[in-house]
């Protein structure tokens, strides 16, 4: 009787005019967009997932164990015969550690509450000193002593061949010139714009400056360019500051700082290159607080905040950078003693080998969080490049011991050729890009670097396919060579 009074009520006491019925539908359905919507479409939401979603469905890929973490302060370090030259046989048998207990809790935050202050990263430094014996520290002397070969090869590398020579020398002098310019009109910043004549500090490094003078200390000693390397160490010495605290990409600070500090040291022995490292080695370290121990590819430098970038699908990493970490830091393990920085790539590794990978593919949007792919979009070109080359020479630097590198690799060429090498209309060999199942038939220019990484690799695959792996080395190279040769000037 009630219903009665109400106007837009029926007699029947419960029917709905239409103009109700739309209004009431209309208004369901945009609840149920909403729900549904933030649980599937919205990156990484894990409170949302939580609470629609069973927790076998949520729970991150991780390696290790709490146990793991609870006993590695226990755990002796491996003994090797050559510290600094390669990891021991067996390596690859190490069980690897995994992070520590914020990283292996599965995605209970949200992303933004997931990284972890830099005050709960172990001090690398403290860690060697307090771990450490003067016995398991990394010799120079003893390091030059177990090389085969002078590192400059004999006669400074000077070839036979006096058209190679004449070559080398103008490659030489290409090299001066860039660097007098630089020294000109850049010196101590990151790069040098030609045009305008001036230098570029950039916002990839998180305020550290001389990017070219670090990355350019191996190439300056190597051409035996003395007097500008000695002016480029001096800039170390005197005006190479880490303390900053700015956004960087872990990337670019790893291979551009780290990897030419160490090529610098283990070239000349240099004990600045080598402290100057490390000590931006454990800056990185908090990049890998994430559940999974994937890091994130950008960082603060001073707060030890990070985040992925905004462009990266779903708050993803990216392959080609979290899978080019591997050679710097398991030598800073060799430089500082402290097992960490090897133990956080090789739990990348230990991960990537437990998830399942598309015929064998690995896609280039991997989720800190989840540990699972974002996407199927594979390319051996940019955001995936030079993970492939990392596992080559990470094969080939071991001395060869490394065999979970090796299988790692020679398996991804198997799934390459099978999925991506393709030949054009006019018999140029490519490799396409992988967008779930789908073909882009595209190579882009970073995939260029891809013939030297199958020649390098060539001589350590399968007997029979060496010589395969050389003519697939020649047919890449050849066809980046006629993008350029048939494109105008």
Known sequence: MVFRKLPGVSASGMGLRLSQKFVFLLFLSGLVTLCFGALFFLPDSVRLKRIFLSKTEVQPVTVGSENDVREHPKRPKEQEHLRGLTPAKGETGTKSKSPNREETEAGGKAQEDLTLPRSKTESASQKATSTGTSSDTFSFKRFQRCLLKPPLGRDDGRPADPQSNERREKVKEMMKFAWDNYKGYAWGKNELRPLTKNGHIGNMFGGLRGASIID???????????????????WVKTSLDLNSNGEASLFEVNIRYVGGLLSAYYLTGE????????????????????????????????????????????????????????????HLTELSNNPIYKEKVMNIRKLLNKIEKPHGLYPNFLSPVSGNWV????????????????????????????????????????????????????????????????????MGHLACFSGGMIGIGADDGAPEKRQHYLDLAAEITHTCHESYARSSE
């Open 271 to 330: 004990e600045v290159f080598k402290n100057k490292a490390v000590e931006l080695g454990e800056k990185l370290l908090p990049a890998f607080n994430t559940p999974t121990g994937i890091p994130r590819g950008v960082i603060n430098l001073g707060s030890g905040t990070s985040w992925s970038w905004g462009w990266a699908s779903a708050g993803s990493s990216i392959l080609a950078e979290f899978g080019t970490l591997h050679l710097e830091f398991v």
């Open 216 to 234: 350019s200390l191996d190439t300056l000693y190597i051409m035996g360019l003395m007097e500008e390397y000695n002016d480029a160490k001096e």
């Open 375 to 442: 996407q199927h979009h594979v390319s051996i070109g940019g955001l995936g490049d030079s993970f492939y080359e990392y596992l080559i020479k990470s094969y080939l630097m071991s001395d060869k011991t490394d065999e979970d590198a090796k299988t790692m690799y020679y398996s991804a060429m198997e799934a390459i050729e099978a999925n991506l090498v393709q030949k054009s209309p006019g018999g140029l060999t490519y490799m396409a890009e992988w967008r779930g199942g789908i073909l882009d038939h595209k």
